[in-house]
């Protein structure tokens, strides 16, 4: 059975930082890149992040480029997301993705909310 499972999310202060992580398991995670969107209430959802299989290529929004980084670990079935200097903007639903061709899997999501 395919599972993506995501947490860290949270009640954060504007300029603080989160981790969030997404572990896999029921398929080859190194077979497949891995990303982060989000979802913010009434829009739709959006790309923030992406990673290669091997992780050596990583792709970012233009609005999370220089806080935010995506890595993974292969060894243990986890993409991670690393959030700096967080934004009101950054608060959204995250979830994580695996894909590969027309194959593609979905977390549950972890709520980020960015607030004083």
């Known amino acids: 059975q395919v599972q993506l499972v995501e947490s860290g999310g949270g009640l954060v202060q504007p300029g603080g930082s989160l981790r969030l992580s997404c572990a896999a398991s029921g398929f080859t995670f190194s077979w497949y890149a891995m990303s982060w969107y989000r979802q913010a209430p009434g829009k739709e959802r959006d790309l923030v992040a992406a990673?290669?299989?091997?992780?050596?290529?990583?792709n970012y929004v233009d609005s999370v480029k220089g806080r935010f980084t995506i890595s993974r670990d292969n060894a243990k079935n986890t993409v991670y997301l690393q959030m700096n200097s967080l934004k009101p903007e950054d608060t959204a639903v995250y979830y994580c993705?695996?894909?590969?061709?027309?194959?593609?899997?979905w977390g549950q999501g972890t709520q980020v909310t960015v607030s004083s």
């Open positions: 990673i290669t299989r091997t992780g050596g290529i990583t």
């Open positions: 993705k695996a894909g590969r061709g027309d194959n593609d899997y």
